[in-house]
Every structure is written in structure tokens, then in C-alpha cells.
């Protein structure tokens, strides 16, 4: 029999602080309209001072898990391209503040947007086989934040947030159809990293070659599916989001293949297929590895007509460049995961912030970035560490003390 | 494969993007954003036609680019350079 594996559960951190993208237009004297039913982006993650990618992996991962969770996990992948230590991984404090079994495989990955797609794929694989043992689960975990561009046009896509994937052989939120995947890897310097401070690169080469990489990856698809099909195989489509408007370019670039569509006919299916995807990415910015996991949460939320066994269309692009276009089936408890998941009250208790609060967390974490000696500030906000924080359990960041990452529970 | 092709391609991958431009009305000199293109039309209209002529090109060159014609012209020029490296013994 033919093993089932795919993900759990699923469990997203959408940061504390949320900017309005209407407040940033105006202090950057931007057309708001742009960036709303162009770019489709409403708001944007915001990290406070005390908040890195560990601590956003660790607070979307551990309110998830039960303690047999815990116990079964020996595989652990931490894909992030906003890693703290050039050789220390990301996994290593994810597991320790999890608390996940000693005999457990962890390692960070680093691909881009397309980091948390492969860690999946790769965790699926490892408990579709003989490897695994019959209790094995596995945890791919999604952590990222933007790095500091104030003033340029690219500041409206910028975000932060986390996603957790428990992967296992219970795929009650979505069975990877294994083997169902079309691959594109490119070698392209679109968007980089150079530097702890420094992202850089050309955005019209990056949305090129996320085109180019769609292209080819849906047709490798096909190639593997082996047989004849129309777009309407698919129940609904994701496509990575680095702002809400590229989907609706993916999609009709995706529909090329499967068929010749008027331009009204393509736009009516986007709208019908992947729009209900970007409902909560539009009030996180970019979310980098997370953002099609946050978009199906999105879907199996919004959609009611969503059932068991509906194929979804999932495509993830990472700058660098790889890309994926895979295929996965509704599981049976898909909504009850996903309201588990909680994302839409999550969202809404973020503090809304200011433009000048905005611009004081980023700053701060561009000051102590590389200092081997700081402390975060704890006081600003409006007192919101005391509201949201103090004695509510969360993983928060206490700083350096000669380049020792200190982390500690509020 | 003529200039004329390549440009009729481009026009149309255009008329596409941008909705009220009249295929038969268009002013190549002027660059795709005076013809009401945003930018995410601009890299889906070259994408499309790259596609469709099935050729790439450097982002480097498409930054010099400053209207139509040239960008009709760079592909024609890239169609030109592909297929004699495909007649090439």
C-alpha cells in the first residue's frame, strides 16, 4: 500500500506589530492605490526588538505541538535566508526551546522563498521511507524577515513571520501526491544577501526569472503527471507571493500551458482559484519560505466549497533560483487544522504601529545586528512587551553578551 | 523570422497586458510605460514574448531599453543571433 505523508498540522507567526500600507504611502508619498489593487499588499509584519527568526520559529511552532508530537519528531529543517550565525544553525535553538527528543536530525536550509518547499519535499521523503521509523514525524519550520529598505519603491514588499509544518503520515491538512513535482533550477543573482544588513538585486530580473522558473517547472509537471490534463485538475491554485499581484501573473503564465484563454477568461480563474489565497498575505507583506503555506491556510479558510481529497496546485519560486510546482490533496480535517491554526485572530491581535515605530525597530536592529554586546529594547511601544509579552510564555530574544545569542520565556 | 513578426508578437503579448491599447494604434517610439503599462505589465509583456520566441536575454540589456522599438529590436537581434548558432555545422 502506498504510504500516505503530507502535513499535519500547520501553524503560522504573524509577528506582533502591523503596519497600514495606507500609512506608509502617505509618508513615503506613494499612490496608495498602487500598492493596494496593484502590488494587493494592506499591511505588513513588523518584528519588535526582542523578536528574530528563532524566537518567530519557535512561537509558531510550539503552541502547536502536543508532548507525543515532541517525542516522535527526529527530523527537524529549518529553512530561513534571515539566518543568525554564519555556522551555528537556526535548527539548534529551534529544538532546544521545542523541546524535541535528543535523537533528532536538525539542520537550517537555506534556499531562498523556496527553502520551506524543499524542506517539505525532503521531510516528506524521508518518512516515505525505510529510514523512518513507524512513530517518525518530522517538523519544517519557516522563519524570515525582511531586511531595512526605507525610502526605496521595493519598501511595500517587505514583512517578516514564520510558519510551522508538522509532517507525518497523518495528512490531515494536505497528502503530498508524491512524485507529483515539476523542477526548475536556475542558476540567477536576481535578489542576495551579502552582508547581515544588505539585501540587494534587481526586481524586475527576480520577477523574470520567477516567470521563466513557472514556465518550466508547470511543464515538468506535466511531463511527470504523465497524462493529459486541464487546469481544472486542480480544486484551487497557490503560487509563491512576494507581493499579492504577482499571482495574478503566475496564473496566467501557468495557464499558457494548459490551454489558449482570453484575457478576461485567465483573470476570472485567478480570481476564482488563487485570489482567496491572499487574504491573509495581504495583512503579513512578504513572508519569504512561509508565504504558500500561509496562503493555503488562507484558502482552506475562506473557501466553503473546499472538500477532502481537492487537489491544490502549489508553486514556490527562491531567488538563486529553484523552483517547484507540486500537487497536494485536501486532507480530512483540513478546516478544523486550519482553524486550529487560528491565523485570522492572530492577525488581529497585532498592535497597529506607526510609521515612526516602524522605522525605530527597524533601525534598532540594523544598529545591533553584527555588536557581540546589546540588549533589545523592552520599554518602547506603548508598554506593548508588558501587554503582549510578560508572563504569557512566548520565546523572546535578550540580546548578546560576547556574541552568546541570549533567549529566554516572557 | 522579420522585425515585423517579432514586433507583432510583442504588440500583442502588449494589447494583452494593457486593457483599451489598440493593437493597430501603437507608437513605438514611446516606451511601454507612457503606453500605460505598470511595471509588472512591463516584465510580464517581455517574459511572454521571450516565451513565445523562445529566447532569453540579459537583464542588463533590457535595462537600457527606453521604448518600444528598442525593445523590439533587441529581441529581433537575439531571434537573428539564436538561429544562426542553430544553422551553425
Redesign the interface.
Known amino acids: 500500500m502506498k504510504t500516505r505523508v503530507g502535513i499535519e498540522k500547520a501553524r503560522v507567526y504573524p509577528t506582533s506589530l502591523a503596519l497600514d500600507m495606507n500609512k506608509l504611502c502617505a509618508a513615503r508619498a506613494h499612490d496608495p492605490a ?1 500598492i493596494r489593487d ?1 502590488m494587493m499588499i494592506d499591511e505588513r509584519a513588523v518584528n519588535p526588538p526582542w523578536e528574530d527568526p528563532v524566537t518567530m520559529a519557535v512561537n509558531g511552532a510550539n503552541p502547536m505541538l502536543s508532548e507525543d508530537d515532541r517525542k516522535n519528531v527526529d527530523l527537524l529543517i529549518v529553512a530561513s535566508e534571515s539566518g543568525v550565525d554564519q555556522e551555528k544553525p537556526l535548527s539548534t535553538w529551534v529544538h532546544r526551546y521545542l523541546g524535541l527528543s535528543p535523537r533528532c536530525r536538525n539542520i537550517e536550509a537555506k534556499h531562498a522563498c523556496y527553502g520551506g518547499t524543499c524542506g517539505l519535499q525532503l521531510a516528506a521523503a524521508y518518512l516515505a521511507s525505510p529510514s523512518a521509523g513507524p512513530n517518525s514525524k518530522a517538523l519544517v519550520v519557516t522563519s524570515d524577515q525582511s531586511r531595512t529598505h526605507f525610502g526605496k519603491p521595493w519598501e511595500f514588499v517587505m514583512g517578516a513571520g514564520s510558519v510551522a509544518l508538522l509532517v507525518s503520515r497523518e495528512p490531515n491538512l494536505l497528502e503530498i501526491e508524491l512524485g507529483k513535482s515539476g523542477i526548475y533550477t536556475n542558476e540567477v543573482s536576481d535578489l542576495t544577501r551579502p552582508t547581515s544588513r544588505v539585501e540587494t538585486g ?1 526586481s ?2 527576480s ?2 526569472s520567477y ?2 522558473a513557472l ?1 518550466n517547472a508547470v511543464a515538468d509537471y506535466l511531463a511527470r503527471v504523465g497524462e493529459p490534463i486541464t487546469y481544472d485538475y486542480f480544486k484551487k491554485n497557490i503560487y509563491h507571493i512576494p507581493f499579492g ?2 499571482t495574478l ?1 503566475a496564473s ?2 501557468a495557464l ?1 500551458q494548459f490551454g489558449s484563454f482570453t ?1 478576461k477568461q485567465s483573470d476570472a480563474i485567478w480570481e476564482e482559484k488563487t485570489r482567496p489565497s491572499l487574504r491573509y498575505a495581504r495583512r503579513m507583506g512578504g513572508t519569504y519560505a512561509a508565504s504558500t503555506f500561509v496562503a493555503l491556510l488562507s484558502l482552506v479558510d475562506h473557501c466553503e466549497e473546499l472538500r477532502a481529497g481537492d487537489r491544490i496546485g502549489m508553486f514556490s519560486y527562491g531567488s538563486g533560483s529553484c523552483a517547484e510546482f507540486w500537487s497536494g490533496l485536501l486532507g480530512p480535517a483540513a478546516k478544523e487544522v486550519a482553524k486550529a491554526a487560528g491565523l485570522g485572530a492572530l492577525l488581529a491581535e497585532r498592535k497597529q504601529i506607526s510609521v515612526r515605530e516602524y522605522e525605530d525597530c527597524e533601525r534598532e536592529r540594523v544598529a545591533y545586528i553584527d555588536s557581540g554586546d546589546y540588549e533589545p529594547s523592552t520599554d518602547g511601544l506603548g508598554g506593548w512587551y508588558d501587554e503582549h509579552y510578560r508572563g504569557k510564555r512566548k520565546l523572546v530574544f535578550r540580546g548578546c553578551q560576547e556574541h552568546y545569542r541570549q533567549y529566554a520565556w516572557s | 523570422m522579420t522585425r515585423e513578426q517579432v514586433m507583432t508578437v510583442v504588440v500583442k503579448h502588449l494589447a494583452e497586458a494593457v486593457d483599451g491599447l489598440d493593437p493597430a494604434n501603437i507608437d513605438a517610439s514611446r516606451s511601454m510605460k507612457d503606453l500605460g503599462a505598470n511595471s509588472l505589465d512591463i516584465v510580464e509583456v517581455v517574459s511572454s514574448s521571450m516565451r513565445e520566441l523562445k529566447i532569453k536575454i540579459p537583464r542588463s540589456e533590457l535595462a537600457k531599453l527606453t521604448n518600444l522599438d528598442g525593445l523590439v529590436d533587441l529581441l529581433f537581434r537575439t531571434v537573428q543571433e539564436s538561429q544562426a548558432q542553430a544553422k551553425a555545422p
Open positions: 498602487d496593484v534587481n524586475e530580473t520577477l523574470l516567470l521563466d514556465e499581484g504577482m501573473r496566467r503564465a499558457k484575457k
